[in-house]
């Protein structure tokens, strides 16, 4: 049986304008791509190849030129802005290389603030029970009541990764997570968001410059010339 599709894109084609010489540049053209449900998917690729652009895109965050975009089931370009909204508090994820923990809230005031864009079925005992339980699998729920000062890099990161999984979305899209980390934090996070693909079944999409981090994945892709190709 096939495996429930999570995302679709279909034709997109996304340009900016150049603030120097103001001529459009075209960053994708004509990109299509399927994920399915519980795929591990790394995008490799020069800087300013639009490994990001794909990613805010598939995140709701932009919208394309042309070409339709469908996340569960539902064509982006035809959502009102409070549908979208709701489709990106419910059903994507994101981490980025920066890990955006507000300092004057503690880690589990951070990790719950998301719950607070989905009204509907919330309460904060059971979102709270959600965000020690992922605290614990991720290692860090000593420091639940601690500020992020008071954690390491690779600490603050996975609290990050716990916050992005907390409306339990199906799709998880990294760029560039371990970005900031050393050698050895950065094999502890992708360790953590592969155990996080299995045990919640989350489609995980990762923009990384790290050979080792894309090599983890099952599918591999590039964007050059603002085309996609699959890797291997
Ligand atoms: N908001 C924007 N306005 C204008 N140009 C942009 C914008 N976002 C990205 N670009 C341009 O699009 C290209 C791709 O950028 P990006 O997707 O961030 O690359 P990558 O993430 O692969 O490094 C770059 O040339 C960048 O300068
Ligand atoms: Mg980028």
């Not at 064509?75 to 300092?103: C, N």
């Not at 360790?191 to 693909?197: E, F, H, Q, R, V």
Request: with cysteine; glycine share 8%.
């Amino acid at each position: 049986m096939d495996q429930a599709m999570i995302i679709e894109i279909n034709s997109v084609n996304k340009s900016y304008i150049d603030g120097y010489d103001r001529d459009r540049k075209l960053v994708l053209r004509d990109v299509s791509l399927k994920v399915n449900a519980g795929e591990t998917v790394a995008i490799v690729g020069q800087s300013g190849c639009g490994k990001s652009t794909l990613l805010n895109l598939m995140g709701a965050l932009d919208v394309p030129d042309s070409g339709s975009i469908t996340i569960n089931g539902k064509e982006l370009s035809k959502l009102s802005p409070k549908q979208a909204a709701a489709t990106r508090a419910e059903d994507i994820g994101f981490v980025f290389q920066s890990h955006h923990l507000l300092p004057q809230a503690t880690v589990i005031e951070n990790v719950t603030l998301p719950s607070l864009a989905v009204p509907k079925k919330r309460n904060a005992q059971s979102v709270k029970a959600r965000a020690m339980d992922l605290l614990s699998k991720v290692g860090i729920s000593e420091h639940a009541n601690q500020f992020p000062g008071q954690l390491s890099g690779g600490e603050r990161q996975r609290a990050a990764v716990v916050r992005s999984l907390i409306n339990k979305p199906s799709l998880l899209l990294a760029d560039e997570p371990t970005g900031a980390l050393d050698a050895g934090n950065a094999d502890d996070l992708t360790g953590l968001l592969l155990d996080l693909n299995k045990s919640e079944g989350i489609a995980l999409v990762v923009v990384t410059h790290n050979e080792k981090v894309a090599s983890k994945m099952d599918r591999k892709l590039t964007i050059q010339s603002g085309i996609l190709q699959e890797l291997e």
